[in-house]
Nanobody
Framework: QVQLVESGGGLVQAGGSLRLSCAAS????????MGWFRQAPGKEREFVAA????????YYADSVKGRFTISRDNAKNTVYLQMKSLKPEDTAVYSC??????????????????WGQGTQVTVSS
């Protein structure tokens, strides 16, 4: 069982930056790939970024590539999402997720094993 708690969301102006954190419980954090997702009002949840269990491989949605960076600290059981050059269209509830398979985080969202509750990110124009 893995429990995930996100933090770091808030209100920021366009062009600004935020760093989201996701703290995981359990002693098996390092065996899970981790991902970030977002859901805007009236839209489906979408993949944002993922990172392999060891942190050596990362994946990004085209819409955030070059602006967002995912990283993890397995000693702290935490995954991060550094967001820069934020745009109003980045406004959404951001959730972290964990799964044994990074491929599932990217292309099989309904089957992802563990989810956090989410944190609101609002980008004003």
């Amino acid at each position: 069982q893995v429990q995930l708690v996100e933090s770091g969301g808030g209100l920021v102006q366009a062009g600004g930056s935020l760093r989201l954190s996701c703290a995981a419980s359990g002693r098996t954090f390092s065996s899970y790939a981790m991902g970030w997702f977002r859901q805007a009002p009236g839209k489906e949840r979408e993949f944002v970024a993922a990172i392999s269990s060891g942190g050596g491989i990362t994946y990004y949605a085209d819409s955030v590539k070059g602006r967002f960076t995912i990283s993890r600290d397995n000693a702290k059981n935490t995954v991060y999402l550094q967001m820069k050059s934020l745009k109003p269209e980045d406004t959404a509830v951001y959730s972290c997720a964990a799964d044994k398979f990074s491929s599932r985080l990217r292309v099989e969202i309904p089957r992802v094993e563990y989810w956090g509750q989410g944190t609101q990110v609002t980008v004003s124009s």
